[in-house]
């Protein structure tokens, strides 16, 4: 089955950390990983991106505070791991992991994250 499913997500204070998870099912194998995220009332936006390569790409808003890792396991099933640190409340947003196969745009659930005191 077609999927991504994100996990990680949770309450965090201001300055804290956070990793989430994607896990994407074997398709993807071959495809490039994408971190979005959407704060209430605001347009979804790209965070960062993970190529088969491991070329990674970060949106301004978090570079320099995030990694982004990838690993296949044994049965091709694609984890990928978003490291966020120094979290403001800016960062509040449901995170999502996104990947295009066959063609289609593929979407997880998402994730929420929320940072405050």
């Known amino acids: 089955q077609v999927q991504l499913v994100e996990s990680g997500g949770g309450w965090v204070q201001p300055g804290g950390s956070l990793r989430l998870s994607c896990t994407a099912s074997a398709e993807f194998k071959m495809s490039t990983i994408n971190w979005w995220r959407q704060a209430p009332g605001k347009p979804r936006e790209l965070v960062a991106s993970?190529?088969?390569?491991?070329?990674?790409?970060?949106?301004p808003a978090v570079e320099g505070r995030s990694t982004i890792s990838r690993i296949a396991t044994k049965n091709s099933v694609v984890l990928v791991d978003l490291q966020m640190n120094d979290l403001t409340p800016q960062d509040t947003a449901v995170y999502y992991c996104?990947?295009?196969?066959?063609?289609?745009?593929?979407w997880g659930p998402g994730t929420q994250v929320t940072v405050s005191s």
């Open positions: 996104m990947a295009v196969v066959y063609g289609n745009d593929y």
């Open positions: 993970i190529q088969t390569t491991n070329k990674t790409t970060f949106a």
